[in-house]
């Protein structure tokens, strides 16, 4: 149990260029779990590796319980991880590979024997211990990293995209049987995934990273409701929120012909600028029928639709601007085809306006 | 070896595949003839006549001494207390040779498996004992290196009062081993380097993080992810090991007496200097059936270690 921190923390593989971790400040409290997400090359693999001890930490530094690790070598950490490709000892067998750690700690064989029969019980493992890892499928041999993890009892559990390796349906199961168990454990975890869905649907909080810089640190509803930035905008959410650059109007902006106003205070915010970036995601269109008024709503011929049974998204492009795309989120069952006229509205309640420019949030 | 070997499956009896009458068969075969035969005839046809004058008294000094003796050259050959002394000295040279080189090799590979200014250079270097002629290898162990007065060794170790030691004349067999071992470490040392950049690091890395020190890595992860690439280190170089005779002809001829001499030498001395035929054919043929023995067991050990056993978790 352990408050782990990164202070201005920096990674910089070649001095003069670019840091794969620029300056990251995260704090994880004690038993929550926090979900570093981010496309690939965004460094959140590298700030776990820095956490675990397997990447020196160039600048700033880290804390775990408040102990400085930055010259603590990797075993000294108190800290267990979870390798993306499971990273079991081929030669050993499943129990031996789980009381692996143990032993190289010293601990007694029956000690040993036994804390690893309760972990293959809470895990399911209890009849492949004997078995080598090649004789177990993808799930198995996850749950057996998992139990390398968590035999240990350590402060922070490391978890670098555990899940990827495993099919649709063994993911969404485990991911669940992740978090479950470390909420019944309250071990601190720092879990990297590229997968916005199990940022979203594991983390406590999340933090959403780019290039190597922090984007926002936040809990997922507030990712969500408030991104502070359209990459967070365009990253949290599926399929992605919409993203229009349009220009000012009198009172907002203009969109296919329409115009939306915007709130006061996003229009102080906005000042002179004479363009900004909208954001509105699938599911904050109205559809309208298209016989409607055309200075209220937002003409648009469909692309694709995707039924999906509970709903369905229609992608879609302007009939005045060919080269603008949406996504509109709509009931279950649609009468729309490829080619058909649609007419939307977004709810001017739930709109994010980004600075054009910089891409920060208004206000 | 055959035993090991997937046997073609025969055309005509393929199940599925449409029926091939027995001229088509051949036809398809043709072309594959002339190397068997060819093979049979540079292989089997001098072993069987091999065969064929282990059975015979037959001395190449005495003519018309050739007579058929059924297997009274085999008898011999198991009384002479020269052979075993040989059969003992071929053991030793071919197992310790190969166990020694794997070791050193294995040190090497893993000073080779880091990073440091120069490896390109070292390893180049490393590697060159290997592309030496054997030959000139064993003249260079002879003269430059072992020779009483003129030799390196001596001289390097005569600041600590050893000059003068007779190596060759003195220890013969560890004279030869030691040409042997220097030429076929870095062999080793090539395959399991190899075998040790196959190490997947997320491996190391999670025994970093399970608090391994270096050595309990060493053990309880890479020697068993090494064992195969040791395993046939130890094959390759048995094989070829104990058919090896120039470094024996060059450096001492076998002796003092049969002190440094192996199976081939001994029975090239029996053939060529003492030109005993019948006998030295026996001894080629308890020697081909001790090595079929021999590499029976071994090819069976790396295939069974190659057939992936446990790879790739």
Do not use: C
Request: a negative charge.
């Amino acid at each position: 149990m352990a408050e782990v921190v990164f202070d201005q923390a920096s990674r910089i593989y070649t001095p003069g260029a670019k840091p794969a971790v620029d300056s990251l400040d995260l704090t994880v409290a004690d038993g929550d779990l926090v979900v570093l997400v981010g496309p690939s090359g965004s460094g959140k693999s590298t700030a776990l590796r820095m956490l675990a001890g397997l990447e020196p930490i160039d600048a700033g530094s880290v804390r775990i319980d408040g102990r400085d690790v930055v010259d603590v070598p990797s075993k000294d950490r108190d800290i267990a991880m979870v390798f993306q490709n499971y990273a079991l000892y081929p030669s050993k067998t499943v129990a031996e590979n789980m009381a692996f750690p143990l032993k190289m700690r010293g601990m007694g064989k029956e000690e040993r024997a036994q804390r690893v029969r309760q972990a293959a019980e809470m895990l399911g493992l209890t009849d492949f211990l004997d078995r080598k890892p090649k004789a177990l499928s993808g799930g198995q041999r996850q749950r057996v990293a998992m139990g390398r993890a968590i035999v240990r009892e350590p402060q922070v559990f490391l978890m670098d995209e555990p899940l990827s390796n495993l099919d649709a349906k063994m993911r969404v199961q485990t991911r669940a049987q992740i978090a479950e168990m470390q909420n019944r454990l309250a071990v601190s975890t720092v879990y990297v995934t590229h997968d916005q869905v199990e940022a979203m649907t594991m983390g406590d909080k999340v933090a959403v990273l780019a290039d190597g810089k922090l984007q926002q640190y936040a809990t997922p509803p507030e990712l969500y409701d408030r991104p502070i930035n359209s990459f967070v905008a365009g990253f949290i959410g599926s399929p992605a929120m919409n993203l229009l650059d349009l220009p000012r109007s009198s009172s907002g902006v203009t969109l296919g012909g329409i115009e939306i106003p915007l709130p006061r205070e996003v229009s102080d915010a906005a000042g002179s600028r004479d363009r900004l970036t909208v954001g509105i995601r699938p599911e904050d269109w109205v559809l309208e029928s298209t016989g409607s008024d055309a200075g209220s709503v937002v003409k648009a011929v469909v692309d694709v639709v995707e039924e999906l049974g509970s709903e369905s998204y229609l992608y879609a492009h302007l009939a005045e601007d060919t080269s603008t795309s949406i996504v509109v989120r709509g009931p279950g069952r649609v009468q729309v085809r490829f080619g058909d006229p649609i007419a939307v509205r977004p709810n001017p309640d739930a709109l994010h306006v980004f600075d054009a420019e910089t891409g920060q949030r208004l206000p | 070896m055959t035993a090991t070997m997937e046997r073609p499956a025969a055309p005509e009896t393929t199940g599925g595949a449409p029926m091939i009458d027995r001229a088509e068969g051949w036809r398809r075969r043709a072309p594959l003839l002339p190397a068997l035969i060819f093979t049979i005839i540079v292989t089997q046809i001098p072993f069987i006549l091999t065969l064929w004058y282990s059975l015979q008294s037959w001395n190449l000094v005495r003519p018309g001494s050739q007579e058929f003796v059924w297997f009274s050259n085999y008898a011999d050959v198991f009384a002479d207390s020269q052979f075993r002394t040989v059969a003992l000295n071929t053991v030793i040279m071919t197992l310790g040779s190969v166990l020694i080189a794997v070791v050193l090799g294995l040190l090497l590979a893993l000073l080779l498996n880091r990073q440091f200014v120069g490896r390109g250079v070292v390893r180049t270097l490393l590697i060159t004992p290997f592309l030496i002629t054997p030959v000139a290898a064993a003249l260079l162990w002879k003269t430059v290196l072992l020779d009483p007065t003129l030799g390196l060794i001596n001289f390097v170790l005569t600041p600590f009062g050893a000059s003068g030691t007779e190596w060759i004349s003195n220890y013969p067999l560890a004279s030869v081993m030691a040409a042997l071992i220097w030429q076929w470490t870095p062999f080793m040392m090539l395959l399991l380097l190899a075998g040790l950049q196959s190490m997947p690091t997320d491996q190391l890395e999670a025994a970093r993080v399970d608090g391994a020190s270096a050595w309990s890595t060493f053990r309880e992860l890479t020697l068993p992810h090494l064992r195969r690439f040791i395993e046939l280190g130890v094959v390759l170089g048995t094989i070829y090991l104990v058919n090896i005779f120039d470094q024996v002809y060059m450096m001492t001829q076998g002796g003092p007496g049969v002190a440094s001499a192996n199976l081939p030498f001994y029975i090239y001395q029996r053939a060529f200097l003492g030109f005993d035929i019948g006998q030295s054919a026996a001894m080629g043929v308890v020697v081909v059936i001790l090595t079929l023995i021999a590499a029976n067991f071994a090819l069976r050990l790396i295939f069974k270690s190659f057939s992936g056993e446990e790879e790739a978790a």
